[in-house]
């Protein structure tokens, strides 16, 4: 398992309508994240709105809405939120699509040593979003040195 640079486990949001999946994927990552897992959109969203997840690990196929659809709004909400696509569709077009929407990554249910992708992928993104916020902060801090000694 790849360690994630904080010393507290990063809360993940397993968003899959199948839930013996769900349950297995709890079981599998729980050694390295906080799996909550829920069935449905709605039960996504309001998750998110009630808590703090460091990342999402969210299926295509879901019922109510896509995947896609509900990556668009996570990212719009939550843009904090590390976002790995959880599917069975290997479509090259979907993925593209997936990453343009603002997905970290793309990972294919039936990949070999599927715990350590997943495990992998979902640390890269957390730990890209964490650089990503801190450049941020950086770059509004050095504004802000500037503009006092212009």
């Known amino acids: 398992m790849l360690p994630v640079s904080s010393e507290i486990k990063p809360r993940i949001l397993a968003v899959d309508d199948d839930r013996s999946l769900g349950e297995t994927l709890r079981h599998y990552l729980s050694d390295t994240f906080y799996v909550e897992h829920v069935e449905t959109p709605r039960a996504a969203l309001e998750a998110l709105y009630g808590s703090k997840f ?41 993925i593209v699509e997936a990453i343009k929407a603002g997905a970290y990554e793309y990972v294919v249910k039936d990949t070999p040593n599927l715990e350590m992708e997943i495990t992998f992928r979902l640390s890269q993104a957390i730990e890209n979003e964490r650089l990503r916020g801190r450049a941020q902060k950086l770059e509004a801090k050095a504004i802000q040195l500037i503009k006092r000694y212009e």
């Open 54 to 94: 460091d990342g999402v690990l969210l299926d295509m196929q879901l019922p109510e809405v896509s995947g896609m659809q509900l990556l668009k709004i996570i990212r719009a909400k939550y843009p904090d939120t590390a976002v790995v696509m959880f599917t069975a569709n290997n479509d090259p077009k979907t």
